[in-house]
Every structure is written in C-alpha cells, then in structure tokens.
C-alpha cells in the first residue's frame, strides 16, 4: 500500500463493505432514534405524535432502570471475574502434559457449543430446580433443605451458568498463549530463584496479559446483551431482581407494547454500552500495542 | 566455592540413554568447555549439572555437598541460554534485578548490584530499555548481567554466542574470558565450535554420544588426541587421517597428520598429488592435495605467498616425529 494509486486502488475496493455495514448499522440505529422521540405503543394505535425527550425521562426516571443498570454491571463483572480466573487456572492445568490430554481439552470447551437457551434450560430444569434437580438432590443426601436457585439468588445463578458457558472461551485464548510462553524462560526464572507463586507472577501473568485483555473487551461486548438466559430462566424476576439492560428494553417494546420507550432504552443502552467500551480501552487496551 | 564433582551420572529419556554414567570433576575457578557434535548430550548434561533436568542415576556434588536433589535455585549456579530467556516484559534494570529480588535483597542493594554489572559489562545507557530495543551482542550481555549479580558457584553457559554473527562472536568471546580472569569463578560452557573450545577453555571435555572421548586442555588434546574422533574433531582446518596401505607402513591402522606439519614441494617427496581449491587466509594458505586413490583431499597448509596452481602436480612430505598413529579401534598408539 505504498504509492498513491495502489491506496486509492485499495479504497475503491473495500468501499462495498463498508457501504454494506455502514447501511447495516445506520438504518437500524436512524429508526431507533426516530422510534425514540415518538409516543409509540402498540396497545394505543392511531397517531404516532413527537414527544420529545418524554420517552426518555420516563425510562430513566423508571426505578426498573437504576436495578437493570446494577445488575448489568454485576453480571458482566461477576461472569468477567470467574471466567479470566478460572480460565487462566484451567489454562495452567490444561497446559501440564497429562494423559488424555486431548479428550479432556475438548470436554472443557463443549459448553462453547451448546446454545444459550439450551444450556440455561438445562441448568434451570437438571441442576437448580428445587425439586428434582440434581444439587436439590445432593441437598437432600446431605441433610440439607435445597436451594430454590431462581427465587433466592437469581442474579448469582445466571452469572454462574452464564460464567459456564464463557469459561471454555477464556481458556481456549488462555491456552493458546500458555502454549507460546518460553519454557527456556520458565527455566531461568526457576534458577534465579522463584518459586511457582513468583514465576506465575511475574512470568506467567504478565505473558498473559494480552490475552486477558483480548478475552475482556471481547467478553465484555458479548455479556452487554445477555438475554436467553434471563428469558428462559427467571424472565427478569423476581421483580427486577434478574432483569439487565436488554431484558429491560425487551420487556418496555414487547411485554408492554411500548415501542417509543423501548427504543429510548435502545438509545441508552448503546450510549452506555460505547462508555464502557471507551473506558475499556481506555485501562486496558494499551496491553494490545506492540 | 565452585567444584562441581559428577559420579556416575546416567540420564536417560525413556528408554533412549542420552548420557551413560559419566564421571568428571570441574575443579574450582575453571574454565571448562564441552565440545562435541550437535545433539551428543551436551546441554543435557549441562542441565543435568543445573537441576533442570533430573539424572535417572548417579550424584552430583558441588563444593562437596550432594546437590543430586536439590532443586535449581539452591545449587548457587547461573545459566546463560542459548536463546538468552530474557523477560521480555521487563526493563533491562528489572531483568539483572530479578534473581536479586527473589532472594529477597532492598532496593538500594538491587540498584547498587545492578549499576555495578551494568558498568562492567556497558549497559549503563540501556537499563531503561526492554529486552526487545536491544541487539543480539546487548542481549547476550544482559543475560550474562543476570547472571553475575547473583555472584553464583559457578556460571553455566549453553552455546551462548552461536546466535550472533562471527565478528560479534569473536569480541563477546573475548569479554567472556576476560569475566572469567577477572571473577575466578568456576565456568562451564557448551558449544559445538571447536574453535570457541580452543580458545577460551582451561580444560575441554570432548564429547560424543553422551560419552566423554577425552579430557584435557586445548594443547594437550591437539597434541595429543587420544583418539581418532578427538583427533578429527579439534583442530581447524582438520586433521588428515589416512588409512590402508600408508598406515600399515607405520605400524598403525590409521595414521593422521595436521596440514602445518606437511612439507609441500614442486619437485620431490614421499607423495605425489595433484592441487585442488586453494584458501588463502592472508597469513596463510591451505591447499587441498589429490592423492591418488584417496577420495578426501589432503590438506596443506602453506605460507601466505606460494605459487601453486589449480591442477599443478605436487609432492607431500610428513613430518614423521608429528605423525598420530590409531589402532583399529582408533586409539592412540
Ligand atoms: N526432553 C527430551 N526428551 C527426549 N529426548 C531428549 C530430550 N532432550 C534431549 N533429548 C535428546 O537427547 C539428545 C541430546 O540432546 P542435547 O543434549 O540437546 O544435545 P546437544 O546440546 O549436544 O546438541 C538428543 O538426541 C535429543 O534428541
Ligand atoms: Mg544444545
């Protein structure tokens, strides 16, 4: 790409694509907006009038908002948490020679392919159901009363099956980067006198690094929009004690027909999802240079 | 501090025996070379020494202590890599400082050591800069910084310069043996290039195959090769072995004779041959000679100004006193 004609030669021919996706992310968003500034329910046919910032004030001042926003947080962050460390663990044991190393390297990354709503039904009906579920089961042969997962920790037990399924990603990235770390470096930090907690520290850890961030930014953009989960689990509840910000503007457009407000929630979760974005790349993206 | 004893060392991978029980005693302060040809055992018998590899039977003693079992951080024993195994997300400061905080040393200690290696091996301007800034010489001088902070028993080094180019080969050579005058400390170092053995040993440890063929220093072993591998082995340009009828002559199965030690001449000799590729290093000159019947030239070595010529008829007379006669199971006679 160094002489002139060959740049503009470049730029005409990527131009389709980026026209597409341009289109492809500006229609959508332009009706959004457009949606956002009318009185637009479903229940109430008839003229659609501009209402300005109404829509707005009324999602925002919805005490459901401040809860949505809480546990988006807390479910990106928790999910975050377990999974970069649990992955990185996994990683370490994963990358130890082991007998039938390949078999269990497959095992730990299936979940990846089980789809959302099947592994969260699963959870829901085999594992946590109170009654015939397995850890109720376990309570019972342990003398224990079980656990209602849904009603007593909603939020914990989406984070945890949502934590399952992200779990083989992180340590899929994890692995690659273990496999590329130096043995011979291993070798030299073990002479120059650290011991596994040091060398996990200050060799293993910083190689990582890039890698962690990788699974961050990209993680973090997915568990934004976490949604099959909560639709087939607790449906948000109880209360809005599982309900995130996409469950939120969901339940405003199609449960209370309100497409103007649902699309102001639209409109205020992209502007929340683009700060936590730049705040991301602002505290960490700088592992990505060099 | 620095007598590194091994008593019957084995070390095998499976059922491959890549060392057959080995012994050999590195005395202190010396400088001692393993050479011999790539993968005969060389830098598995250095990580044997290190910890870095367990010995399948046999005792290791540093300083008369058995250290078979100690893990490698306890035998007091630094390793250069051939690959260097800096850490390349830290400064060159925190790399030679990284052995010293383990060991648990205050900062000011650190920055003091650190200073101290840095100005004896010319890294002061780079302590700021990471590993990746640096060229090939730098980064082999701030492995070698790592390793001299922690003022260890003995340095071990594994074919450390063979990732440099030759001229920069040459002067880290130099700054190698000069550490070594300058610390006295014990030093084991692997390298294929019999050159480097020559030139920087006290003693050199010619290997193959996981056996040690002969133990001696660089003069000793070029004098006197104990047999026909060491013979073929040390030397440069090498040693011409004959075999057959000329040996059988002498009494021996295998006879050898070093280029300096053959008289060429245009008109008379004991053989005749015919000129092949000539080098001319300057100083000198080596010919390649055709016997008849021979497949592998002989090679001569005359002074820097001659007038041969490719093809031009020749004839080799031995120097008899410096002829090396081999047995059939090629050693010395
Ligand atoms: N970890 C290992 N597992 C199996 N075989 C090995 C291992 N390390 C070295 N070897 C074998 O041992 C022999 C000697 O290797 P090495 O000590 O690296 O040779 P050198 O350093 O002299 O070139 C080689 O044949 C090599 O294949
Ligand atoms: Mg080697």
Redesign the interface.
């Known amino acids: 790409m160094a002489t002139q004609h060959s740049r503009a030669a470049a730029r005409l021919m990527i131009s389709p694509s980026v026209i597409l996706l341009l289109g492809w992310m500006l229609i959508p968003l332009g009706l959004t907006l457009y949606f956002s500034f009318l009185r637009y329910n479903l229940l109430m046919p008839g003229a659609n009038p501009f209402v300005g910032w109404e829509n707005y004030s009324y999602f925002l001042s919805d005490p459901a908002f401040k809860a949505a926003i809480v546990n988006t947080l807390l479910l990106v962050v928790g999910v975050l948490v377990i999974t970069v460390v649990g992955g990185t663990l996994l990683a370490i044991l994963l990358d130890q020679a082991m007998w039938g190393q390949g078999i269990v390297r497959i095992l730990v990354i299936a979940p990846f392919f089980v789809m959302p709503t099947v592994s969260a039904l699963v959870w829901k009906n085999m594992f946590m159901n109170p009654v015939n579920g397995l850890f109720a089961h376990l309570a019972k042969f342990l003398g224990l009363p079980p656990f209602d997962f849904f009603a007593a920790a909603p939020l914990a037990s989406i984070i945890g099956i949502v934590s399952w399924q992200w779990l083989p990603f992180a340590t899929l990235i994890l692995l690659t980067a273990m496999q590329s770390l130096d043995s011979e470096r291993l070798e030299a930090a073990e002479m120059d006198g650290a011991g596994p907690l040091s060398r996990f520290w200050y060799m293993v850890l910083p190689h990582l690094s890039r890698a962690i961030t990788v699974v961050i930014l990209i993680q973090t953009i997915f568990l934004l929009s976490v949604f099959a989960e909560i639709l087939v689990t607790t449906n948000g509840g109880p209360g809005n004690a599982s309900t995130n910000l996409t469950y939120l503007v969901y339940a405003e457009s199609l449960l209370r027909f309100d497409v103007g407000t649902g699309s102001a929630g639209g409109v205020v979760a992209i502007i929340l999802a683009n700060i936590v974005a730049i705040f991301l790349m602002r505290m960490i993206g700088k592992n990505l240079d060099a | 501090m620095g007598r590194i004893t091994l008593d019957k060392v084995r070390k095998a991978f499976g059922d491959v025996e890549v060392i057959p029980p080995l012994d050999l005693t590195i005395e202190e302060g010396e400088f001692v070379v393993f050479v011999g040809p790539s993968g005969c055992g060389k830098s598995t018998l250095l990580r044997l020494i290190?910890?870095?590899e367990d010995v399948s039977s046999g005792e290791i003693r540093i300083d008369g202590q058995n250290a078979t079992d100690l893990?490698?951080?306890k035998r007091r024993?630094?390793?250069v890599?051939?690959?260097y195994?800096?850490?390349p997300?830290m400064t060159v400061r925190k790399n030679i400082a990284?052995?010293l905080k383990?060991?648990g040393l205050d900062q000011a200690a650190q920055d003091k050591k650190v200073e101290g290696a840095a100005s004896v091996l010319n890294l002061t301007d780079y302590l700021e800069r990471r590993p990746g800034q640096l060229s090939g010489g730098q980064r082999q001088r701030v492995a070698i910084g790592?390793a001299i902070v922690?003022e260890p028993a003995a340095f071990l080094f594994d074919e450390p310069l063979s990732n440099l180019d030759a001229a920069l080969r040459v002067g880290m050579r130099m700054e190698i043996s000069e550490l070594h005058e300058r610390l006295k400390t014990t030093m084991i170092y692997v390298t294929h290039d019999q050159v480097e053995a020559m030139t920087m040993a006290d003693k050199i440890v010619v290997l193959r195959a996981g056996n040690i063929e002969q133990v001696g220093s660089p003069l000793e072993l070029y004098r006197a090769p104990r047999n026909v591998f060491v013979a073929g082995f040390i030397g440069s340009p090498k040693m011409n072995l004959i075999d057959g009828e000329e040996a059988a002559k002498r009494n021996a199965h295998t006879i050898g004779i070093r280029p300096e030690h053959i008289t060429p001449s245009p008109d008379a000799g004991t053989w005749e041959g015919t000129v092949g590729v000539a080098e001319h290093l300057g100083s000198d000159t080596f010919f390649h000679v055709h016997l008849p019947g021979r497949e592998e030239p002989m090679t001569v070595r005359a002074g820097g100004e001659v007038s041969l010529h490719h093809g031009d008829k020749i004839f080799l007379t031995p120097d008899e006193t410096q002829l090396h006669r081999f047995d059939a199971q090629g050693l010395r006679i």
């Open positions: 290190a910890g870095l893990p490698p951080a024993l630094a390793m890599f051939q690959s195994a800096l850490y997300h990284f052995p383990m060991a790592r922690r």
